[in-house]
């Protein structure tokens, strides 16, 4: 809407280090804008006139596969499975709407502390981006210089760590940006039923977790669901932290391993936060515990990766 573009150009416009450099009323608008400006970021409304965010975004996404794109949607339960399909079709993040019942003055203060940190953060991986795929074709760079650009990856493989006699009883996985089809293209992987326990936090709200674990429940051989307080945790099972509550892990006298929701304040700026599921695997499950943490976490989960180790855990 007019209104919407006016607060987010305003609020954008107070930082420095952004320049909005077009604008778009519906989904076809910005499918040219984007052709016509090169953008460094793009932002999408899910709901638009002649042409909706995810069309828009799909089609955005044939002639420009790696341009950061933040969509816009309402925090209920459509606008959360509408987000949910934006970042399996290729949305960068998504950032929740203020509610139309929000003064002028609040919805600016909401963008201004969301969208702002997600753009620069996403312009900076994209450039980051940019410069590792150079490196193949700049021969001016140095050897040493490529290969700090270069990212370092690691697979690990579930047979091998049984051939070297490590028993994984628990695997936990802590996932931010990007975090949908990284875990879409996971669980397509995993074409039979696991003997462990699966626990991932993704940084999502409350409604957003649990619409993501209905569709992951529906890809692949595990079964997958949002996490209940005092849980009793089942093999072979997928347990998503709910979003606002932090998840947690204990075992009974008679020793059952249950789950805990917890509400206390985020750490690390997020809620639910990987740190305290590591913290509590590595509490739990010790040196038989396998961590992964994806890309874009920032600096959650650094601290429980550190406790897994130190537990005699594994973590990658």
Known sequence: STVMRKILATALGKDPQIEVVGFASNGAEAIEAVKNLSPEVVTLDIEMPVMDGITALK???KFEPRIPIIMFSTLTQSGARAAIDALMNGASDYVGKPAASLGMEEAFTVLSQTVIPKIK???RRSQNSNRISNVNRDSRIKDTEALRL???QTTIS??????KGTRVEAVCIGVSTGGPVALVNLFEGLNSPVSFPIFIVQHMPPMFTAILAQRLNTIGKLRVSEARHEEEVQPGHVYIAPGGFHMSLKKTPSGKIVITLEDTPPENSCKPAVDVLFRAVAR???ANSLSIILTGM????LKGAQEIKSAGGMVC
Do not use: K, W
């Not at 579930?158 to 051939?163: D, I, K, Y």
């Not at 920032?298 to 989960?301: A, P, T």
């Open 298 to 301: 920032g600096q959650d989960g």
């Open 150 to 152: 270069i990212p370092t």
């Open 158 to 163: 579930l047979s091998a760590l049984r051939a």
């Open 284 to 286: 739990v499950y010790g």
């Open 121 to 123: 953060g996403l312009a």
């Open 59 to 61: 089609e955005i996404r």
